[in-house]
């Protein structure tokens, strides 16, 4: 069991951790609530009709009323009030109501106790921010056939932090304060610190989640500023979205362009400084209104 491997690693501190020990075979790991597995399927079969989905979902109250507020928040626009969730699919497709879904389980997925060395409020916003950018930038590039995805890539970019912080909350915070004393970047400091990045841990809980190459992709890769293979534009945005999250808007084009200059291979995916910087204004503008929706506002994490 995963609670036994963990307190033979916390006796012994000076022993890294493997990714084998977190996520190997047997291990005892965060899932996906068996609603988003249901539904997931019935999205994907075309014989599953929109109101079988509806039923579906409002066997969950809280995901239910988490997915009529996104859907009926302003980040969406639509011109009526959606009542139902069957309705929602009707009006915004399958696809949209799928990333819309996952944002909403995973509130529950690592919600616990308070960990005063972490915010999980913080993270979200962070996450959210980061998946807002991503899904506008999404928009203006070709080869990005759904930017919807891109919300999805956004919100679980950092997801591998979330296991490791609650499984190993004082490693964590010792990499955060060796990146500041070493001034080395934060996978350089969690591989000394813990032995694991958060993004080959992401990589691999996405994985055992059977979440889709893109995500997974992004997830491993987002720290990575060149990006190679069939996913390369989705990876890149998501590179470009994490590193543009941490700004504050209204940028101007010098602003904006001094903020790139920082920022290697920026203009992989042919963005332009307007385009840039408007997503980074919207997403500053919609952040706290989407975290809200899903239910991520003054959310805890457990240290179990």
């Given amino acids: 069991m995963l609670s036994s491997i963990m307190r033979n690693a916390e006796l012994n501190m000076d022993q890294p951790v493997t990714l084998e020990q977190l996520i190997g075979k047997g291990q005892d790991l965060p899932s996906l609530p068996e609603i988003y597995l249901r539904v997931s399927q019935q999205l994907e079969d075309e014989n599953t009709s ?41 009006l915004m497709g399958r696809e949209r109501l799928k990333h819309i879904l996952i944002g909403s389980v995973l509130r529950g997925v690592f919600s616990g106790h308070d960990n005063p060395a972490f915010s999980m409020q913080a993270f979200w916003q962070h ?42 909350p004082e490693r964590m915070l010792e990499a955060e304060e060796y990146m500041i004393l070493k001034r080395v970047d934060i996978l350089s400091a969690e591989l000394t610190q813990v032995g694991l990045t958060h993004t080959a841990v992401g990589e691999a809980l996405m994985h055992h989640w059977g979440l889709p190459k893109m995500l997974i992709d992004c997830a491993g890769s987002h720290h990575e500023a060149v990006h190679d293979g069939p996913n390369r534009f989705a990876t890149h945005l998501i590179y470009l ?60 994490i457990s240290s179990d």
């Fill in 127 to 168: 996450s959210i921010k980061t998946a807002i950018i991503a899904r506008q930038l999404g928009r203006q590039i070709s080869q990005i056939e759904e930017a919807e995805a891109m919300f999805t890539a956004g919100l679980l970019h950092d997801i591998g932090k979330l296991l490791l912080i609650k499984k190993f």
């Fill in 50 to 90: 929109v109101q079988q989905i509806g039923d579906t979902v409002q066997n969950d109250p809280a995901i239910t009323t988490r997915v009529l507020k996104m859907v009926n928040s302003a980040y969406y626009g639509l011109p009526n009030q959606v009542a139902s969730v069957a309705q929602a699919v009707s």
């Fill in 241 to 300: 979205a994490n590193k543009l999250s941490e700004y504050v808007p209204p940028l101007d084009d010098e602003e904006t362009q001094n903020i790139l200059d920082d920022i290697e291979n920026w203009d992989q995916g042919q963005l332009t400084l307007e385009q840039i910087a408007s997503a980074c204004q919207h997403a500053d503008e919609m952040v706290f209104e989407v975290m809200e929706s899903l239910g991520m506002v003054a959310i805890e």
